[in-house]
């Protein structure tokens, strides 16, 4: 099973920009998918972006984020990003990275409280207005 360290995340401004970053270990990074979850306060964990394993890159994104944030990997650093820009008080929450050896279309369809895998400890994005 895969261990995972988010780190990067902060205070901004709305409008403002903050690259997030998960560290994997303990994996054959390349074989997972990874993703991107966020939980607010008294919210549900809900998708946000997700890229496919291996070298396809292919990506997923919801709808609220499509066109500001951006999600990458680097296989031989073994890590996720996600770049967020134009930020807004609504994305302010605990961003959560997900690796699961499933194809990036079933980690952007599935619930996420019901999601396998492994995920990691969160870090905070908090946005304000």
């Known amino acids: 099973q895969v261990q995972l360290v988010e780190s990067g995340g902060g205070l901004v401004q709305a409008g403002g920009s903050l690259r997030v970053s998960c560290a994997a270990s303990g994996g054959s990074f390349s074989s997972y998918a990874m993703g991107w979850f966020r939980q607010a306060p008294g919210e549900e964990r809900e998708f946000v972006a997700v890229?496919?394993?291996?070298?396809?890159?292919?990506?997923y994104y919801a709808d609220s984020v499509k066109g500001r944030f951006t999600i990458s990997r680097d296989n031989a650093k073994n890590t996720v990003y996600l770049q967020m820009n134009s930020l807004k008080p609504e994305d302010t929450a605990v961003y959560y990275c997900?690796?699961?050896?499933?194809?990036?279309?079933?980690?952007?369809?599935?619930?996420?409280?019901?999601?396998?895998?492994?995920w990691g400890q969160g870090t905070q994005v908090t946005v304000s207005s």
């Open positions: 890229i496919d394993r291996w070298s396809a890159g292919t990506t």
């Open positions: 997900n690796a699961d050896r499933v194809s990036g279309a079933t980690m952007a369809a599935r619930l996420p409280k019901i999601a396998s895998g492994s």
